[in-house]
């Protein structure tokens, strides 16, 4: 029992936004095995600023899918990809991370590969190309960790209309 609905009603509830629906809509549980290699190269480095090239394939049954972009990072940071490089105690930034994927299947979208459900989306109707950006803020210590960030994506379905979230991550190092 994943209680998935319970736990973002509880959420809505307790900042007094509006209850999430669709719940009942939700597509069956199935089996996932997925593998994902991704690849990271360093193309602009200093205290302040850096950029990153990435790029990632992913195959499996929850999703089958490639994609590119860069990381952008302004503020106080740690040079990530030196091997030498000496970490500094405080850390903080602004990051933006533009990509462009492209999509061959998605089980969120079309159902399980065991599962079958009345909620999915044909083929034929689905955006194979997306872009997605993710962009905030990350404070970060030698003991805590802090962000607070975005994410937008255009539409995925061709019905379907662009998506975006938020979200809050605290963390600590033991």
């Known amino acids: 029992m994943v209680l998935g609905g319970e736990t973002q009603t ?27 290699l991704g690849l990271e ?12 090239s990435a790029s990632y394939t992913r195959l499996g049954t929850l999703s089958t899918a490639i994609g590119t972009g860069f ?18 105690g405080f850390q903080i930034y602004l990051y933006a991370h533009p990509q462009l994927n492209f999509s061959v299947f998605d089980a969120t979208l079309s159902g399980g590969l ?12 689905l955006e194979r190309f997306t872009g997605q950006i993710s962009y905030g803020l990350i404070i970060q210590t030698k003991k805590l960790f802090f ?6 994506i255009t539409r995925e379905f061709a019905s379907g209309d662009p998506y975006k979230w938020g979200g809050l991550k605290l963390g600590f190092w033991i």
């Open 10 to 36: 509880a959420i809505h509830k307790a900042i007094d936004n509006v209850l999430p629906g669709g719940w009942h809509h939700q597509i069956s549980n199935d089996a996932i095995v997925n593998y994902e």
């Open 41 to 52: 190269k360093q193309l602009i480095s200093t205290r302040f600023f850096s950029i990153q």
């Open 71 to 88: 990381t952008s990072t302004l503020g106080l940071i740690n040079q990530a990809f030196k091997a030498h490089s000496t970490p500094h």
């Open 114 to 125: 065991f599962s079958q459900s009345t909620y999915t989306i044909p083929g034929d109707q």
């Open 147 to 152: 962000e607070y960030g975005f994410s937008r």
